[in-house]
């Protein structure tokens, strides 16, 4: 196996992933899965192919990824991020288009903490008046 072009790191909510690029024909393998049977969900699928798809970068590069973390929604944003990463790595003139998309910055949303004397972030028991 080919040593990789790139290896970048992408991160949303709870979750790492970790993506390496190596020439191919556009195999994308997480976790040692295709990335089909990792992601069943259509949604999640075109979340993470968007910077290859504004790009023009499908069926070029294989993917391979590391991901641990959170759900399947923060691993397929944490991907996209890395995704973009690695090609704005590759070819600096591809930052542009990522830029323009909103697909080169880390989304900053992270779930809230636990107060005392509260249920969750902010639900509070019931109120009872007697």
């Known amino acids: 196996m080919p040593a990789p072009l790139v290896q970048t790191t992408g991160r949303r909510k709870e979750s790492v992933a970790r993506v390496r690029f190596r ?3 556009g195999r994308i393998m997480i976790n040692g899965r295709m990335a089909d049977e990792y992601f069943p969900s259509e949604s999640h699928r075109l979340v993470f192919m968007e910077p290859l798809r504004v790009t023009g970068s499908e ?3 294989d993917i391979e990824a590391t991901i641990h973390g959170g759900g399947t929604s923060g691993q397929a944003g944490a991907l996209r991020l890395g995704i973009a990463r690695a090609l704005e790595a590759l070819k600096g003139e591809l930052r542009k288009p990522l830029k323009q998309a909103g697909l080169l910055s880390r989304d900053p949303r992270k779930k809230e903490s636990k107060k005392y004397g509260l249920k969750k972030a902010r639900k509070a028991p019931q109120y009872s008046k007697r």
């Open 23 to 25: 020439p191919g024909t």
């Open 59 to 61: 069926g070029v590069y």
